[in-house]
Nanobody
Framework: QVQLVESGGGLVQTGGSLRLSCVAS????????MSWYRQAPGKERELVAH????????NYSDSVKGRFTISRDNAKNTLYLQMNSLKPEDTAAYYC???????WGQGTQVTVSS
């Protein structure tokens, strides 16, 4: 059974940093490209960052490019999102997702105060 467990969210001031983690189980993590999404209240879920199976290729939305870094540790079945220079508009619930599966985790809330 596919499981994705996100953690690391919290309340931070503008300009601060957070590191999100997503522990995956129930599938071969190293064989799946992975992504981070976020959803702010009243808005649709949007793709934030994407990473290839081996971690050699990454892509970012224009809104986070240069501030966020996606990475993975295939030995630990864990996906990361390092978020720096946070802005109030980054406030959202953040979710990880495996490209091959439709499952979502419970998400982790990030709130950036101005």
């Amino acid at each position: 059974q596919v499981q994705l467990v996100e953690s690391g969210g919290g309340l931070v001031q503008t300009g601060g940093s957070l590191r999100l983690s997503c522990v995956a189980s129930g599938f071969t993590f190293s064989s799946c490209a992975m992504s981070w999404y976020r959803q702010a209240p009243g808005k649709e879920r949007e793709l934030v960052a994407h990473i290839s199976r081996a971690g050699s290729i990454t892509n970012y939305s224009d809104s986070v490019k240069g501030r966020f870094t996606i990475s993975r540790d295939n030995a630990k079945n864990t996906l990361y999102l390092q978020m720096n220079s946070l802005k109030p508009e980054d406030t959202a619930a953040y979710y990880c997702k495996a490209r091959t599966y439709a499952h979502w985790g419970q998400g982790t809330q990030v709130t950036v105060s101005s």
